[in-house]
């Protein structure tokens, strides 16, 4: 009887001492309450709605740009501003997924992207002057002229 109270004893530390170093989705390592989590869903305030109006935008971990980029998001994408830090808000853009984003890069109505082109090209710009000419420099001075005659030998014999 005693060696059977022992033994229980025994199995019943071993259950609360090596349970939770194999069991990683017990109740006891759950986390606790994010109230951040609480506006991704069906609870969040219309007015806290933003979408993201650049091709992509970093997501970042502090409001500052010499923070770790979390993530990205694309044109379009939905995020819910829970808090304010100067010009950047703290957002939640999935369940437990939030940071912080530049406020120019996302607006509460999302503009209408332009996808034709320009209709009206730009304005030629008028042609460029040709460069000036450069001076040519004269042509060399002639060899000078000697009035000196250039007699033939065999022409004085003849005469």
């Known amino acids: 009887m005693k060696n059977q109270k022992q033994l229980y004893l025994l199995l ?4 609360f001492i090596f349970l939770p170093i194999t069991s990683q989705g017990a109740w006891w390592n759950k986390k606790p309450y994010d109230p951040y989590d609480y506006y991704w869903g ?5 007015q806290d709605r933003y979408y993201v109006t650049s091709d992509s ?3 970042r971990s502090c409001p500052s740009t010499t923070c ?3 993530s990205g998001l694309r044109y379009g994408d939905t995020v819910y501003r ?21 406020s120019r890069y996302v607006a509460r109505n999302l503009p209408r992207r332009n996808t034709q082109a320009d209709p009206k ?3 030629p710009r008028p042609p460029e002057p040709p460069p000036e000419p ?3 420099t004269p042509p060399p001075p002639p060899p000078p002229q000697d009035d000196r005659k250039v007699i033939n030998l065999d022409d004085l014999r003849e005469m």
């Open 12 to 15: 019943f530390a071993a259950l």
């Open 42 to 46: 069906k609870d969040y305030d219309e």
């Open 57 to 59: 935008l970093n997501v």
């Open 68 to 70: 770790h980029s979390e």
């Open 82 to 102: 829970v808090g304010t830090r100067g010009n950047w808000y703290k957002v939640v853009y999935g369940p437990g997924r939030r940071g912080w984003v530049y």
């Open 121 to 123: 090209p730009p304005e």
């Open 134 to 136: 450069v001076a040519a």
